[in-house]
């Protein structure tokens, strides 16, 4: 809150070095630790997301201490989309967006053009593959990338990418209950903010982190040149020497989960 001064008496106004105020209590406004060389839109938004984070984990916290039912739930996600990550209640949400005959919580447009679709669950639900299979249902039908699960305190981005079959990817996760910092929070749901969704910088850190996931590293690890490699290496290393297939059913066995497929 920015603190009001009373106006200044003439006198007051050619003194050269005002006075300093002394015992004032107000406390001045926090704000989002900048990341290097940010623009100002940047730690503004942070800085108005991080705000948010913390003015609703109390009203977040006894929404779960009672059990609240969704609709109560989606009365504070609603707030939370306006105040901490900025959309338009009016010009950037669609309640009850109609799919075929069905209906998700939430479309989102950014610019005009429907970007994602949010599904809202009580507060005590654990979010899980039910729950994604829906929100998906929609977005393979309306050709758009981004769902996003939520139930008030648990926040799940989740991105489509079309094919036979589609790919999802788990982009964000985080849990405005937890343990972790404010500062941790929002560095997460920055990239839901309706300043970072216009500059498309969710598409960047899918990518990023697509590019690193731990299917693409196993990829790469059973791909033809890196096979060769490890198999030079093992044989300068310990002088055996072993057959591509055979390192490669290894790693496999041994090295790579089987559950990253």
């Known amino acids: 809150m ?13 003194t050269a070095t005002p006075p300093p105020v002394v015992g004032t209590d107000e406390p001045k406004p926090v704000r989002a630790a ?8 940047e730690t ?24 609240a039912n969704e609709g109560d739930t989606r009365l504070l996600v609603t707030d939370f989309l306006c105040d901490g990550l900025g959309f338009d209640k009016y010009a950037d949400l669609t309640t ?11 479309g989102v447009r950014v610019e005009k053009q429907l970007t994602a679709f949010i599904e809202v669950k009580r507060i005590s639900t654990k ?17 758009v990338e981004w769902m996003i699960l939520t139930n008030g305190a648990v926040w799940q981005v989740w991105h489509l990418s079309p094919g036979m079959p589609v790919t999802i990817d788990l982009v964000i996760e985080t849990d405005l209950l937890s343990s972790a910092t404010p500062q941790q929070k929002t560095s997460e749901l920055f990239y839901l903010t309706i300043e970072a ?48 297939p055979e390192l490669l059913r290894l790693l496999n066995d041994t090295v790579i989960r089987a559950d990253i497929g």
């Open 197 to 244: 969704l216009k500059r498309k910088q969710i598409d960047e850190l899918w990518k990023a982190r697509s590019a690193t996931s731990p299917k693409a590293l196993a990829a790469v690890l059973r791909s033809e040149n890196v096979l060769e490699a490890v198999r030079r290496e093992l044989r300068r290393a310990s002088g055996h020497r072993i057959e591509a």
């Open 2 to 14: 920015v603190g009001q001064y009373p106006e200044s008496s003439p006198a007051a106004e050619i």
């Open 34 to 41: 900048r990341p290097q060389g940010a623009p100002k839109w």
């Open 127 to 143: 979010l899980g593959p039910r729950h994604l299979r829906q929100v998906e249902m929609y977005a393979v039908n309306e050709g």
């Open 44 to 67: 503004d938004a942070r800085t108005r997301l991080r705000a948010a984070i913390q003015k609703y984990s109390r009203p977040l916290g006894e929404l779960a201490e009672r059990d």
């Open 96 to 106: 009850e967006y109609q799919v075929r005959g069905e209906f998700a919580d939430y």
